[in-house]
């Protein structure tokens, strides 16, 4: 039949009900579900529908009774949510990798570029990965963009002859203090970094001469 607005979903969702047996002492009962509002049930003690948020609240399987329901009474719960339309968030810590269409690339934005000889500074607000092709040696100094937490890689390709890479900035700290010894012949290395806190990127060890 005609409508008018949104196109209908092809029948009906089931109400599920969760049925509880009052004690006269216990406020907090488990949904069978998930619940992101507190209208998104309908709770009825007696039979009778109670006020949400006054009567109860919910937080994700929880159903919370601002006081306890007497023994006897006819105790239950509708989840209404889906069965009209409505959006659902869904409560924290419930959304897994299998939900989530990740076939696109989600990787972050990688620096390509060529240096000659002088000082770098990498710019990690716009750029999680850097390929770095060497023309001549070059030093890191201290960029001012690093964020905690943030990690990824640092390729370096020697081109004409081996590269050097020296550390003149505070911030970037290599095991033992040794600093990045790379290939001594013309191939392609790899650091990996972590940053550990502002003014700290902590650089592991280079893994030399990918071919």
Same mark, same amino acid.
């Given at each position: ?13 089931? &109400?599920? #009900? ?5 004690? *006269? ?7 069978? #579900? ?6 998104? &049930?309908?709770?009825?003690? *007696? ?24 023994? /006897? ?8 949510? /889906? ?9 924290? *810590?419930?959304?897994?990798?299998? #939900? ?55 390729? &370096? ?55």
């Amino acid at each position: 039949m005609p409508f008018i607005g949104k196109q209908p979903t092809a029948g009906f969702a089931s &109400i599920v #009900k969760d049925d509880f047996t009052p004690n *006269g002492s216990t406020t907090t009962f488990t949904l069978s #579900k998930q619940v992101a509002n507190v209208n998104d &049930i309908a709770v009825f003690v *007696g039979n009778v529908r109670q006020e949400p948020t006054d009567a109860y609240t919910v937080s994700g399987t929880s159903l919370v009774m601002s006081q306890a329901v007497p023994s /006897g009474l006819n105790f239950y719960a509708l989840h209404i949510a /889906g069965t009209h339309e409505s959006s659902v968030v869904p409560a924290d *810590g419930t959304i897994t990798p299998a #939900k989530l269409n990740i076939s696109q690339n989600i990787a972050g934005h990688t620096l390509v570029q060529s240096f000659g000889a002088g000082n770098v500074t990498l710019d990690f607000t716009t750029y999680q990965n850097f390929i770095l092709t060497l023309t001549g040696n070059i030093s890191l100094v201290n960029p001012t963009t690093e964020v905690r937490g943030q990690s990824g890689v640092i390729v &370096i390709i020697h081109s004409g002859s081996a590269r050097t890479v020296s550390l003149s900035g505070t911030d970037y700290e290599s095991p033992a203090g040794a600093g990045v010894t790379l290939s001594s012949t013309v191939t392609t290395d790899l650091i990996p970094y972590m940053v550990a806190d502002t003014g700290r990127i902590l650089l592991g060890t280079p893994q030399l001469a990918f071919a």
